[in-house]
């Protein structure tokens, strides 16, 4: 009998095959790979990809997922044949803009530990002699990019899986999907049932049809892409022989959404460039009897929808005047709605995994990623830009995801900022506040489905009546895009007056039942069989103690939590870790509530004079909540504040949400009350030190080098990540979030640049904003622990050096006077 599980992974193209690798090195000889395309070229997305593989992306998981890819591709070959080529990587810019885009992605590549260069013309030409120097303003050299051979790598991986106990059926289409008892038993094929304790699909763009075997919604949109090969190219003739295959750069022409690699003495272009062109998985399907040996993935060229982008290429590389497009094909691959891949458990259906939507540029690292998962329990990178469960329900329409899936095609090489919101669609998911919020002219971005406001136009007067200490200095173009000085107004009333914060959007989850305290006692740090009314910050590890999510835990009633969690990763974890019996109850409740940040020192004031109830010190102390009428309207107020200032959270009923609204309003008029956006908010929490998971922390940290280690029960154990963090104390971080403030008092930084100490790399900001009551800007930012306060630092952005300065925090009230008060 099989001593480890029963593995079976759907799908042989490079992601099956490099799990299947990563499993059995880790012991799991048990698997079994099954494809129903014939093996090796099984006809998937793998079998042709061209494989050039850019490291650099804004995200750090999939910056590391591609450094392991290329790392794992160099060590391995088919009998002597390479399957990873370095010929490096040359991303150029002809537009200004580009090329000053090519400088904030250097930035990511210093930040995540990837070696990059931004080059002049006459170096893109001596790299890449094929490109016209005038047509280029410089371009962002990798040297360790290159060429992964896809479709080669899948022997190497699979050879060497099969030499330590895997079987590759090809062949074999996975028809459905056995279970019993709410876990899968096995996958159903035509030649009959193989048994499986766990299943992997990694099905590639095929993952919407058999995620809904088991009912399981995936997001993700089959897109054709077009790519070409040119006949011979005189001016390539020579360069490379039989085993080579290729020395030039890949090269990427992100104005024109193109890219190219060289094949002996042709190239093959890649093109972004035309309308998307989705595709229905019937139609492939229905071609197959008529298809026998050939691929699904490719689908028939369509000329003319290549037509521009060969004059394009003509003029960036003017040797391709001397030949011509020789072959062409519209090949398949996935898209989602954010661009990131999918990863996770099935909800419903234990042991039913999915690893798809990857490409293989990350191909090795998601598959480490799952086998870790699968063998450890945990990832040791972050993957909650990954996980399948990071999707609001909404957002997992079909509808939805062919929308937003097609727009990420058409702005695949777009130069983003981080803050841009989508276009369309928009308006999915509106706080009952919301016709109050646009007629005071909110300025709405996008989260979640939800509409957030970021400032209102309404408070654009008090810009004129700040106080010179507050006037915030003007920002750099790139900085000031999806900001306003209004902001600065919306955080000064905050810090003076009273402000309201529309924070509906954020995730709320109610747990009940006679098993809710003790299931949320073992999944967090704090402790939490305290009085009915006392509010916890607490934070759910994982078994090695990084940090899951960071969540506010009311207790309202002896069986009764509401907890205020980061999204639905929460919710994810929480339904998972639930007893089965029945005892506990999670439900989100965030759809059917709303809430209202109610802060500033004249917040008690105003509450005061719409209720019975008592506001005071005594009446609601910090961390406390309670049942209360304001203006006739139920809520619950809790004490807390992601602002450092006086004041509650306001929870009540969505039906009761607009009036809640209206009548604080009106209560606040002569007070100064304002309605306040995003923007102030996000300045005024990093002012106060207030960590955001997911920018500032991940799995990838433990509570102390966070600065969490206070809500960390030390003295218990039991529960998850408890005896990981035992040992752990403020003594023995090697890094720590730093908060530093820049030194010329106006340079806005927004997120993932590079810091320097002594010259070199040493970290990277996670969080940033302009802080309106400290008059500097702020970053938070990964530094090592050696750094301490008064270390000066640089942050790189755009090519330039900022000094800035490790700062004590929180910057504004340590004593924490404003906010007890
Ligand atoms: C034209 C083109 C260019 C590309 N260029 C690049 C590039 O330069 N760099 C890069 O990183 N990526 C590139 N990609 C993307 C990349 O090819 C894919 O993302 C990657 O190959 C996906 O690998 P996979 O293993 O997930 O999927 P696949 O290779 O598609 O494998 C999935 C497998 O699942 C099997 N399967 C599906 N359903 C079943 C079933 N019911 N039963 C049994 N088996 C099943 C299929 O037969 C298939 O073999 C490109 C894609 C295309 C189409």
Request: include cysteine; aromatic fraction near 8%; charged fraction near 20%.
């Amino acid at each position: 009998m099989s001593t480890t599980p029963r593995v079976v992974v759907i799908g042989a193209g490079i992601v099956g095959a490099n799990l299947a690798d990563e499993l059995t090195v880790r012991g799991w000889h048990d698997v079994t790979v099954v494809d129903q395309g014939p093996l090796p070229l099984t006809g998937g997305s793998s079998s042709h990809a061209p494989g050039l593989v850019f490291q650099t992306n804004a995200s750090k998981t999939m910056t590391e997922f591609a450094r392991y890819t290329v790392e794992k591709l160099k060590s391995i070959d088919v009998d002597g044949a390479w399957c990873f080529n370095q010929v490096g990587g040359l991303e150029v810019a002809t537009t200004p803009e580009r090329l000053t885009d090519l400088y904030r992605k250097r930035g990511w590549a210093t930040s995540w530990g990837v070696q990059a260069e931004v080059v002049g013309p006459e170096e893109c030409v001596r790299l890449h002699p094929l490109i016209d120097a005038d047509r280029v303003l410089g371009g962002l050299h990798v040297p360790t990019d290159g060429l992964a051979k896809a479709s080669r790598a899948v022997v190497a991986l699979a050879r060497r899986a099969e030499a330590r106990g895997a079987r590759f059926l090809g062949s074999t289409r996975v028809v459905g999907v056995e279970q019993a008892g709410g876990r899968v038993t096995g996958v159903r094929t035509p030649e009959g049932v193989i048994p499986a304790d766990i299943v992997v699909t990694c099905a590639g763009f095929w993952g919407r049809a058999v995620g809904a075997m088991v009912g399981m919604e995936v997001p993700l949109l089959p897109l054709a892409h077009q790519f070409a090969w040119t006949g011979q190219v005189p001016d390539l003739v020579g360069r490379n022989d039989e085993l080579t295959e290729a020395s030039l750069p890949i090269l990427r022409h992100q104005d024109q959404d193109l890219y190219y690699r060289e094949r002996g003495d042709t190239l093959g272009i890649g093109s972004y460039a035309h309308r998307p062109m989705p595709v229905d998985l019937r139609d492939l399907a229905a071609d197959d009897d008529v298809r026998e040996s050939s691929m699904p993935s490719m689908l028939p060229f369509t000329e003319e929808d290549f037509a521009p982008v060969w004059e394009q290429s003509q003029l960036l590389l003017p040797s391709l005047r001397s030949t011509k497009v020789d072959t062409g094909f519209n090949g398949v691959f996935s898209f989602t709605p954010d661009g990131g891949p999918l990863i996770g458990e099935s909800p419903d259906v234990r042991g039913f995994w999915i690893a798809e939507a990857v490409w293989v540029t990350h191909s090795a690292g998601v598959g480490r990623a799952v086998a870790q998962l699968l063998v450890e329990g945990r990832s040791e990178i972050d993957l909650h830009g990954c996980d399948v469960h990071r999707f609001e329900e909404v957002q997992l329409a079909p509808e939805y995801v062919s929308e937003t899936s097609q727009q990420n095609f058409v702005e695949i090489y777009d130069v983003l900022h981080p803050l841009q919101p989508r276009t369309s669609p928009r308006g999915l998911r509106v706080s009952p506040f919301s016709a109050r919020q646009e007629a005071l002219g909110a300025v709405f971005l996008e989260a979640g489905g939800w509409e957030r406001p970021h400032w209102y136009e309404a408070n654009a007067g008090l810009v004129e009546q700040l106080p010179a200490e507050w006037t915030p200095p003007a920002r750099d173009p790139w900085a000031a895009r999806f900001s306003s000085p209004i902001a600065a107004a919306e955080a000064w009333r905050t810090r003076t007056a009273v402000a309201m914060y529309d924070m509906t959007p954020l995730k709320r989850l109610e747990v009940s039942g006679p098993g809710a305290l003790g299931l949320l006692q073992r999944l967090t740090t704090g402790r939490l069989d305290k009085s009915v009314g006392s509010v916890t910050y607490t934070l759910a590890l994982d078994e090695a103690g990084g940090i899951r999510s960071d969540l506010t835990v009311a207790r309202l009633g002896e069986q009764l939590f509401q907890v205020g969690a980061n999204g639905n990763l929460d919710h994810d974890l929480l339904r998972r870790e639930a007893p089965t019996d029945g005892s506990v109850q999670v439900r989100d409740t965030t759809g059917g509530t709303c809430c209202i940040g109610l802060w500033g020192p004249r917040a008690r004031d105003l509450v005061q004079r719409l209720t019975s109830d008592d506001f005071s010190n005594e009446g609601l102390k910090y961390f406390r909540a309670k049942r209360a009428r304001i203006g006739g309207v139920p809520v619950t107020a809790m004490r807390l504040s992601y602002v450092g200032e006086l004041g509650w959270e306001i929870y009540t009923s969505a039906d009761n949400g607009q009036r809640l609204w209206d009548v604080l309003w009106a209560a606040g008029q002569d007070l100064g009350v304002v309605a306040a956006g995003r923007a102030a908010f996000n300045s005024l929490r990093l002012e106060k030190g207030y960590r955001a998971w997911g920018h500032d922390m991940t799995t990838e940290h433990d509570p102390y080098e966070a600065g969490l280690g206070f809500a960390v029960r030390k003295q218990d154990q039991g529960y998850v990540g408890s005896e990981a963090v035992a040992g752990l104390g403020d003594g023995t971080v090697t890094r720590r979030l730093s908060c530093l403030t820049v030194d010329d008092g106006h340079s806005v930084v927004l997120g993932s640049e590079p810091v320097f100490l002594d010259g070199r790399p040493a970290g990277y900001v996670t969080s940033a904003a302009f802080g309106h009551t400290v008059g500097r800007p702020i970053a938070y930012a990964w530094l090592p622990a050696s750094a301490g306060v008064g270390t000066t630092v640089e942050i790189e952005y755009f090519g330039r050096r900022i000094p800035a300065t490790v700062a004590a925090e929180p910057l504004v009230d340590p004593e924490m006077t404003r906010i007890r008060g």
